[in-house]
């Protein structure tokens, strides 16, 4: 990679605003509202759920958008493209709130369409934003790119539920239709300026053979050994990161008899931690750079079986119950959580490019679709199991050990399939001949 294509730390910051876009749109369905629609309109929360359950399975798509641009050559397209869907499905969603009260059934479809055009818009820009990141960021700044780029997505979450909550009060439809089209303008105009001139010029792109349908491009992808391995790491791994989502609160309100206001704080907690996380992780990665501790290996695997450890610990918890230093476990399951996440992501960004031919789009969404396949599979395996273990089991606190125990299982699994991941990448090189770097290789012992 050259000089002249590497980016710094402030292209990264700017490429990071669009994962807060996405942030931001994304927040305002599941907390704004998904609130308006469970309480001010006395919707069941199942409604709204499946709503954003649905918009994660839409992006099984995304190995499709990104070979769309693979074969175009240019991400950049694709990302503000993807952004603008994202703002009109959001808009859709508020203007189809606004249509419930009278008109259940065809508000309910146009949410639908809604929420389908904010997952296709994720999975096109969020795609091809990590795929240009991977190559424009030199291997040993991918992963406080990565951390970067996910603390400036936390912040998006953040920024646009307080704003929001604060222009919608007092809360009427056409003023949350308002507030929602003015933060879709908003995050449309910031991404367009973020990406501006940042893919560099048009034959510095490679670009793949436009005759390759997007099945065999597809089916080339899944034949290579290491492409598919980290597929079903990301699917595992996310698998169990996001079962805890649904199952943390309840867990804490029924066995340890917290509130709705501390099980709350404790999800922040959790989530706190895992900023925490990202943070070392990135921090190591710079300061260690031909360390152990600087490889992606040690970390993916470490924070996986740190993850595990920390569900196990929750399952000792839920036995002792209100004795046990709760607190400090979920802030020490969210460190373990975000250093392996935020390793994982800078594994992603270093692979995307190892493999036959320009399936960098391809290969990306391909992980992509793992992860939001998890994401969407993951609040119901976690909650299913719960109530199914409390429906058999005589006690609470025995039927969330259970669910602690096959998270912890995931984690286990995870970390072994991470294991076989990494050895693959340790001896090839890049097609442009370089060797790979030590962040994802074994490291050496003599």
Known sequence: MSGARDLGWLGIVRLGLVQASLGAIVVMTTSVMNRVMVVELALPAMLPGALVAWHYIVQVLRPRLGHGSDVGGRRTPWIIGGIVVMACGGVGVAFAITLMAQAFWLGL?????GFTAIGVGAGAAGTSLLVLLAKRVTPVRRPAAATIVWLMMFAGFV???ITTSTLINPYTPARLLEVTSGVACFVVLLSIAAVWNMEGEASEVAVAPAHVPFLVALREVWSEPQARLFAQ????SMLAYSAQELILDPFAGRVFE????ASTKLSGIQHGGALVGMIIVAVASQVMKNSRFASMRSWTMGGCAASAVAALMLVVAAQVGAGW????TVFFLGVANGSFAVAAIGSMMQMVSQGAGSREG?????????QAVAFGLGGLFATGTSDLAQALLPSASSAYGVVFIAEAGLFVAAALLAARVFPVARSKTTKAGRANSPIIAIPSRG
Not at 233 to 236: A, D, E, L, M, P
Not at 258 to 261: A, D, N, V
Not at 362 to 370: D, E, L, T, Y
């Open 109 to 113: 479809a146009i949410a639908l369409v």
């Open 325 to 328: 230093p709760l607190v400090p």
């Open 258 to 261: 917290y509130s709705p206001s």
């Open 233 to 236: 790491f990301v699917f595992v």
């Open 159 to 161: 920024v646009t539920a």
């Open 362 to 370: 391809v290969r990306m969404g391909m992980w992509g679709a793992a």
